[in-house]
């Protein structure tokens, strides 16, 4: 039975979970005293938001198998997409469906799903004034990165708890040294938006306040959506330009009208 569960965190709750060098990256900034500055600024940003608004998590464990290219979640089927170009000579063609166990060995396995936001207001604070705008709105986005961080977290040591004594530093999760992978919807190995629609259909985004677009982004903006796979193998890949023959079979086994789909993919098409 799929455990379902939504998690609500304090700003300050999350302040050491943020990944700063994405957030120096989104201002262009390579000198260290200026990303010091740029660090200092935020925080002050960030101490004014506290009490005012709050980050959420919504995630949902449950059983799960491969059939091919495809994983069954509770049920749903989760069409992925395949690698038609391996990362280097020798190794396979990666799809996410590898790192689950096949529906053939007659055995379930477990994965989750899950969503985080912010509250809608928060992008809106210190709206009019584009250099405040767009302080607070990279700091919304980290924010709804460091709960994806700490929920996974959490997931791993304690509500799945396939790691209880799991023991990293803040800098070793940012560098992915927990068993498993959190593949993003979005993200080079989980390109079509449109997949949000699915997640959606079995968690409902509208209770963390996530609503989509006809192209599946998630409103508000800092949102992250995604899937978490425990197999200690599993690990992250590009999957590169895909050919037309994939999109017409990805189409087919998600049941979305080959056009439309083009126009999901457009992004990774050959």
Not at 234 to 247: N, T
């Amino acid at each position: 039975m799929m455990e379902r569960r939504k998690l609500t965190y304090d700003i300050s709750q999350l302040i050491e979970y943020i990944n700063w060098p994405y957030f120096y990256h989104a201002w262009q900034l390579k000198n260290v005293e200026k990303q010091t500055e740029i660090k200092a600024e935020a925080m002050r940003v960030l101490e004014t938001l506290e009490g005012r608004y709050r980050v959420y998590a919504l995630f949902a464990l449950g059983e799960a198998n491969s059939d091919g290219d495809d994983i069954l979640f509770e049920g749903v089927r989760l069409p992925m997409l395949r690698q038609q170009h391996p990362t280097s000579d020798g190794e396979p063609n990666m799809c996410m469906s590898d790192f689950i166990r096949p529906m053939s060995h007659g055995i379930s396995d477990k994965m989750g799903i899950f969503c985080t936001t912010v509250d809608i207001g928060l992008e809106k604070d210190f709206d009019g004034d584009a250099y405040n705008k767009m302080m607070v709105q990279l700091i919304a986005d980290r924010l709804a990165e460091a709960a994806a961080e700490k929920m996974h977290e959490e997931v791993r040591k304690t509500f799945w708890g396939y790691a209880p004594d799991e023991n990293l530093t803040i800098g070793e999760m940012h560098a992915e040294k927990f068993q498993g992978i959190r593949p993003a919807v979005g993200y080079p190995s989980l390109p079509d938006t449109s997949m949000n629609f699915v997640l959606d259909s079995l968690m409902h985004f509208s209770d963390v306040g996530i609503r989509l677009t006809e192209s599946g982004a998630m409103k508000p903006h800092a949102s992250v959506s995604g899937m978490m796979i425990a197999h200690p193998k599993a690990r992250y890949f590009m999957l590169g330009k895909i050919g037309a023959d994939q999109v017409e079979d990805y189409a087919r086994r998600r049941g979305v009208p080959l056009e439309l789909m083009k126009r999901f993919l457009a992004g990774v098409t050959e």
